[in-house]
């Protein structure tokens, strides 16, 4: 496994339409997988896409199934990997809340996101997932999606007084948690 290198804001690799996954169940698709795990957790991520890692592929990895240091006060999300993902919005209730990025490290933005969304895609065997979210989890895989759209959360903060740097915003949270 390696921990590969995280694409940064700026970087015109991030603002690209990732392509559909067309194989399931390849080495090359479980080492994909096994080390954007492994670079999410060496940097407590809550959530990678594939674009994140110079990847154009419409691939996201999220949850820990543990408390993530970056996010404290957030319930857990479970482990997933979701490929070619759909995300539905469920009705037209959206919720305010903050979003940090491992791309754009050190800042944090107030994002407004649907409160309830159903997805679907696939896990790497070609297996179908179809979940209905709420809340955080909502919020998280929402967020990964858009890197598959060439979105980053920025681009979605309305309100730039409340969008800046970790250490002035959240002064009890490490902000090398955010690098």
């Known amino acids: 496994m390696t921990v590969r290198e995280i694409l940064k804001m700026g970087d015109p690799r991030l603002l690209r339409i990732a392509q559909p996954v067309g194989g399931f169940d390849t080495d090359e698709l479980h ?20 674009p994140q890692i110079g990847v154009d592929q419409q691939l996201v990895i999220f949850g ?11 319930p857990v999300v479970p482990r997933t990997v979701l490929i070619n993902p759909v995300v ?5 209730e959206e919720e305010e809340g903050w979003e940090g990025c491992l791309s754009v490290p050190g800042l944090r933005g107030v994002v407004p996101r649907f409160a309830h969304v159903r997805y ?10 179809d979940r209905t979210v709420s809340g955080f989890h909502a919020r998280v895989v929402q967020h990964e999606v858009d890197h598959l759209l ?4 920025p681009m979605r903060v309305r309100d730039f007084s ?18």
């Open 162 to 179: 409340r969008f800046g740097y970790t250490e002035i915003l959240f002064p009890g949270l490490d902000a090398a948690e955010d690098e």
């Open 150 to 153: 060439g979105k980053l959360y």
């Open 64 to 74: 820990t199934d543990t408390v993530n240091p970056r996010y404290p006060d957030a």
């Open 120 to 129: 679907t895609g696939f896990d790497p065997y070609g297996d179908p997932i």
């Open 31 to 50: 080492l994909l997988v096994r080390d954007m795990f492994e670079t999410m957790h060496a940097v407590n991520g809550a959530g990678l896409a594939a």
């Open 88 to 92: 539905t919005p469920i009705g037209d």
